[in-house]
């Protein structure tokens, strides 16, 4: 008996270990997504389970962080890359931040982010529901609008291998 709860305990240490390295952090049940809204361009406002149907990816960023600041052109690769697959990619950063989503649209755009969709997090609601107080962060959502896993830290989104697996996960989620 002992013997076995060790190596249970060992199993969860590599299984933790190997997750950690890799940033990624796969749930072993799915989580309700908050219901805060988030708000587009036009002012218009979403709760994360309007995207049902697609896989979401939904990063946190911040215009202050040095790593999502890196992550815009790769990000809008991504989306180019992945159009029209069923997998959706949206950033939502603090409303606080900008002036107007027009200085939002041209942060993104000088960047290399122009085909990013982009949303607000008024008074960090969203953010804050998922106990998210770091950038970048992400979060993966399947087609039910379900969270099955996040992705703590940058991610190189243009990497064929980082699409390959986005595209595994939605077709498993």
């Known amino acids: 008996m002992l013997k076995r709860i060790f190596l249970t305990i060992l199993s969860i240490f590599f299984i933790t270990t190997a997750q950690a390295k890799s ?3 796969i749930f072993t049940y799915p989580r ?10 036009h002012g218009q406002s979403f709760h994360l389970r309007d995207f049902s149907g697609d896989f979401l990816i939904v990063i946190f960023w911040s215009k202050t962080c040095v790593p999502c600041i890196k992550e815009i052109d790769d990000i809008n690769h991504f989306i180019k890359k992945t159009k029209g697959t069923g997998i959706k990619l949206i950033t939502v950063s ?10 939002q649209a041209a942060f993104l755009r000088k960047y290399g982010g122009e085909n990013i969709d982009f949303y607000s997090d008024r008074k960090s609601a969203l953010s804050n529901s998922f106990g998210i107080f770091t950038s970048p962060h992400t979060v993966l959502i399947d087609k039910n609008s379900m969270e099955i896993g996040r992705i703590r830290g940058s ?19």
Do not use: H
């Open 155 to 173: 991610v190189d989104w243009d990497d064929d291998d980082v699409i390959e697996y986005i595209y595994n996960l939605s077709s498993k989620y």
């Open 32 to 41: 309700n997504v908050p219901d805060a809204k988030i708000f587009n361009k």
């Open 23 to 25: 940033g990624v952090n």
């Open 94 to 103: 603090p409303e606080k931040e900008w002036i107007s989503p027009e200085e």
